[in-house]
């Protein structure tokens, strides 16, 4: 299984930018896939997540009325819009892929639920 993410890069405070990530060698037709993000210098943590195939779409707080994750299920595909930016969102992002989907709910925010990882794209956000 691979995840080729796109998109990314610099922005001004108050703008918008799209992450998209397309999984590749899937075995399984079922999976949750979302993303997570990494500020300099701060731990990993969740951003978003669409639970096993769109059964529910799950934010951290900071990107709730910001941030939209949506599915192509025929490109096994998922996009973040990301609006209303700030200079807190500038993180590297990953994109990340639950399959065959094994992770229990309570564990959906968390790294450890995600077997599979793209390769980070930077998103930074100027003031």
């Known amino acids: 299984v691979q995840l080729q993410a796109s998109g990314g890069g610099l922005v001004q405070a108050g703008g918008s930018l799209g992450l998209s990530c397309e999984a590749s060698?899937?075995?399984?037709?079922?999976?949750?896939m979302g993303w997570f993000r990494q500020a300099p210098g701060k731990e990993r943590e969740f951003v978003a997540c669409m639970w096993r195939n769109g059964v529910r779409t799950y934010y951290t707080d900071s990107a709730k009325g910001r941030f939209t994750l949506s599915r192509d299920s025929a490109k096994n595909s998922v996009y973040l819009q990301m609006d209303s930016l700030k200079p807190e969102d500038t993180a590297v992002y990953y994109c990340?892929?639950?399959?065959?989907?094994?992770?229990?709910?309570?564990?959906?925010?968390?790294?450890?639920?995600?077997?599979?990882w793209g390769q980070g794209t930077l998103v930074t956000v100027s003031s």
């Open positions: 060698g899937l075995t399984s037709s079922t999976y949750s």
């Open positions: 990340v892929l639950d399959t065959p989907p094994l992770t229990i709910l309570s564990e959906r925010y968390s790294a450890r639920g995600y077997d599979y």
